[in-house]
């Protein structure tokens, strides 16, 4: 079974501070994939890493692809209130969704 | 486009009951998915159907079952509910199965609580 651990659990930062969540495994992943998810909702697809040590910005998130394909982690500059939620990582193996394997999210406050 | 959406969003039952949940993918999605998320734990995935087809199941007991209608609506049935069965039930649809050429679009699920 593919474990995906997220760190931390909980976050509460004051508005404007930097931060950074991590996805770990032992599991090499296809892909990886980042969700939000906000009280009451479902979650919501921020963005998928396919490419060993691949790096993407969305604004003022920027998620990292490890190189060997086990770890991820997503960086939040400047962070908002409206970046408080539930931040879950996903791991694909092969074979489509079935495989997908979901951390436990990394809870993030943020406060105004 | 319509989302994904989940019926009904909340859930009160006794142990040893049964119950049924809903939901409707985003028009043009033939995959449905059922995801379990507990208090504590990550997502877990419970069933995948496709085309009307049961695909795949993950690691939940046979009283989890469900099926995908000609529309590709689906419905998650619980038999013989237990306690830990308390959780929020969300339901995902895609175009296709592949990760990277389809994201998973996720309803705001049904919160059950068993008592």
């Known amino acids: ?9 909980f976050l509460s930062i004051q508005e404007g501070e930097n931060l950074t ?3 770990n495994s032992s599991s090499v992943f296809s892909s990886l994939q ?10 919501v697809l921020l963005v998928t890493v396919v490419t060993g040590g691949e790096v993407k910005k ?3 998130l920027t998620f990292q692809f490890g190189d060997a394909r086990k770890d991820s982690s997503l960086h939040i500059t400047a962070a908002q209130p409206g970046d408080t939620g539930l931040y879950l990582c996903a791991g694909a193996g092969e074979g489509g969704y079935q495989k997908v394997t979901f951390g436990i999210g990394t809870k993030l406050q943020v406060i105004p | ?7 009904p969003t909340h859930l ?22 059922w995801y379990q ?17 049961e695909r795949n199941r993950g690691n939940f007991p046979p009283r989890f ?6 529309n590709y609506s689906s419905e998650l049935n619980v038999n013989a509910l237990e306690l830990e069965d308390s959780a929020l039930y969300l339901c995902a649809s895609s175009r296709r199965q592949n990760i990277n050429d389809s994201p998973l679009h996720f309803g705001n699920g049904t919160r059950l609580t068993v008592t």
């Open chain 1, 34 to 43: 980042w969700y939000r998810q906000e009280p009451g909702e479902g979650p």
């Open chain 2, 65 to 70: 079952s469900g099926r995908q209608f000609p």
């Open chain 2, 37 to 53: 998320q507990a208090l504590g734990l990550g997502l877990q995935f419970l069933l995948w159907y496709d085309e009307g087809e």
């Open chain 1, 21 to 23: 969540v991590y996805c």
């Open chain 2, 1 to 7: 486009e319509a989302g994904v959406t989940q019926s």
């Open chain 1, 58 to 60: 969305l604004k003022r």
């Open chain 2, 12 to 33: 009160i039952k006794t142990r040893g009951q049964q119950v049924t949940l809903r939901c409707s993918p985003i028009s043009g999605h033939t995959s449905v998915y």
């Open chain 1, 1 to 9: 079974t593919q474990l995906l651990e997220q760190s931390p659990q």
